[in-house]
């Protein structure tokens, strides 16, 4: 009695007043008691929502221990086996919503209802991620967030009926316009062409003879420093890191820290991120400056795209829509800008090592693949025909096997006017909506494992490819087959490596370009030996793109007799 008056009337006296360790053991008990009734309180619930569905409902919550925390610990911090756990039910992919300390998150699994999300309208807004980023991994000062969080006006050209911002300021879609011309069209093959230009450049004048290997300590850094570089020039042009040369340098390590920035880890934790991040910043800036200055119409190249000081038509047109927005100025298109350079570059780099490591980690099938391209391309002035290259089967199921092997993104999206249906569930309006692309990715009663030949977790480069000849061959288990092709059809809300919908990656078709450009030069112009026996791969950035390998990959290179020499 006496333990219960002090919980009512005193409950903070109760460990220094009692002085009983008696009551401290009841106490503790009690509280057990309490954690052990409500966890099987939700626990019966979400079963209760699984096993007794009546149409369409908002997915269960999974259950969790400690009321305020919920699941945030074992999301933030224990994601690869929390993410696979919490979007299973008997053995299938399902919906789930999580308590994460005082807010929800909904993640939406499944074939069925991934491919609900990206066909449903009112989820074609990125604009609340693009917000939580902008703030919390690019740095943008709060005063300019303003316009961001109010634009509630959609992707599309047409805004929301329900939304008046003001023409302006509609960010969201302003921006994607830019993005869908650059990367779209006529003007992806101007920036695809530069940077591949500036790829067999950079290779070309590295010191590799064909007489003799030259080893080197990490396969990850090489593709950094060549690829990383062709692509920032290609895409920004050559002012930015010529006035900054140690830009790429910043951009790898604060690339790193962006799942640190994501979960709020403040400065003091992480100084030299943060470092980092200032220095990208200022370098923005100072790159601002100088073009306008230097920059004139005239100067634009014959591809009418780009220029050495802006780069490119990109880049011009969002100084001009991006400063025309509320609130902005240079500092904050700085960040609007670092986010940009961030997602053009750190995600093609590493999908287009991780491809080329699993082709030379298998010398029989970089043979195969030599064999395939030999009237892909000219071995006496090294063009690659791109068209042909890019309809090759076996090196089409190796882009596809690796970035379902390796993409752990989230894909964020959120309805703001309404409550939608997402084929048999519903997502509550304003709640915020995600897909994880590593569990589609994993999910073993989807993807074909050739009897457990090839488990999920494992690369196979035939996995995409369809015989004709052999019916246990293809992506999906049973796939009805014609004809050998590659082809990602019936893998709508399974293979989502760009995400999906309208707001998908607009940088998708550069990337696929880059990736298949840059394993048919490596292939052509050198031998390479991987020299690790084994590849252990780091999840320390699940969530927010490409896995790389935990340690770094020593290598041995040669140019080969008919390479490409500077
Ligand atoms: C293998 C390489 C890449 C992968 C796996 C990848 C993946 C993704 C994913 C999953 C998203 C979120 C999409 C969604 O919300 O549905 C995204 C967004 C984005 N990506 Fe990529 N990406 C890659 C390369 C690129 C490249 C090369 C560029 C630019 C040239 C780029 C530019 C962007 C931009 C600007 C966004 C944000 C779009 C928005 O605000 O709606 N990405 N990417």
């Known amino acids: ?164 911002v003001a023409p302006h300021n509609r960010v969201d879609f302003l921006t994607h316009v830019d993005l869908f011309k650059a990367f779209g069209g ?26 003799e ?51 709020l880890i403040p400065r003091f934790l992480i100084p030299e991120a943060y470092q980092a991040r200032e220095r990208l910043l200022e370098s923005i800036r100072r790159w601002y400056k100088h073009a306008r200055e230097h920059f004139d119409e005239s100067l634009i190249g014959p591809d009418g795209d780009a220029d050495p000081y802006w780069g490119s038509q990109l880049v011009r047109s969002r100084q001009k829509v991006l400063l025309e927005i509320d609130s902005q100025d240079d500092d904050t298109i700085a960040a609007a800008d670092l986010g940009l350079i961030w997602a053009s570059v750190t995600n093609v780099v590493p999908s287009s090592m991780m491809c080329a490591l699993h082709i030379f980690r298998s010398p029989s099938l970089s043979d195969r693949l030599r064999d395939s391209l030999s009237d892909a391309v000219d071995t006496s002035t090294w063009h690659i025909e791109m068209d042909k290259v890019l309809r090759k089967p076996l090196l089409s199921s ?12 989230y894909v964020t999206r959120c309805s703001p006017h309404c409550d939608v249906g997402l084929g048999s569930w519903w997502l509550p309006k304003n709640r915020v909506c995600m897909v994880n692309t590593y569990a589609s990715h994993m999910d073993a009663s989807f993807w074909n494992t050739r009897d457990g030949e090839f488990p ?20 999906v288990r049973g796939m009805c087959r014609y004809e050998p092709f590659f082809s990602v059809q019936g893998l709508e809300g399974a293979w989502i490596p760009y995400g999906g919908g309208y707001a998908a990656c607009p940088g998708r078709h550069f990337a696929k370009r880059i990736i298949f450009y840059t394993t048919s030069l490596m292939l052509t ?23 790389k390998p935990k340690q770094q990959v020593r290598f041995r290179i040669r140019r080969r007799k008919e390479g490409l020499v500077a």
């Not at 008696?22 to 966890?39: D, H, I, N, T, W």
């Not at 190796?398 to 993104?409: C, N």
């Not at 995409?464 to 293809?474: A, Q, V, Y």
């Open 456 to 475: 999920v977790e494992e690369f196979w480069a035939e996995r995409f490819l369809i015989d004709p000849k052999d019916e246990r061959s293809g992506p």
């Open 398 to 409: 190796v882009y596809a096997e690796t970035l379902r092997l390796h993409l752990q993104a």
């Open 1 to 164: 009695m006496r333990l219960i008056n002090l919980l009512v009337h005193n409950p903070t006296s109760i460990s220094f007043h009692t002085g009983s360790t008696m009551e401290l053991a009841v106490l503790c008990s009690l509280l057990s008691l309490l954690l052990l009734g409500r966890y099987t309180f939700v626990w019966l619930v979400y079963h209760w929502a699984h096993l007794h569905r009546k149409g369409k409902q908002v997915p269960p919550t999974f259950p969790n221990v400690l009321p305020l925390l919920g699941s945030a610990l074992p999301f933030a911090f224990d994601c690869v086996s929390f993410i696979k756990k919490a979007t299973q039910y008997a053995g299938s992919l399902v919906p789930v919503r999580l308590s994460i300390l005082s807010g929800e998150i909904f993640l939406f699994q499944g074939p069925e209802t991934v491919a609900a999300v990206w066909k449903q309208p009112q989820l074609g807004s990125p604009i609340f991620i693009y917000t939580f980023a902008l703030k919390h991994v690019f740095g943008m000062p709060k005063h300019a967030l303003a316009p961001y969080e109010a634009d509630s006006s959609g992707s599309h050209r047409k805004p929301h009926p329900s939304s008046d």
């Open 186 to 211: 006529s003007g992806l093959t101007a920036l695809f062409i530069r940077c591949a230009d500036l790829l067999r450049r950079n290779l070309a004048a590295l010191p590799i003879s064909t007489d």
């Open 213 to 263: 290997w030259v080893e080197m300590p990490d396969f990850y850094a090489f593709f950094q420093d060549q690829l990383g570089a062709a692509v920032l020039e290609g895409l920004y042009g050559p002012t930015l890191p010529v006035l900054s040369p140690g830009f790429l340098r910043d951009l790898w390590t604060f690339d790193r820290a962006t799942p640190k920035f994501a979960k």
């Open 525 to 547: 112009c050198f031998d390479i030996q991987i020299l690790n026996e084994r590849l252990v791969m780091d999840n320390s950035s699940f969530g927010l793109g490409t896995q």
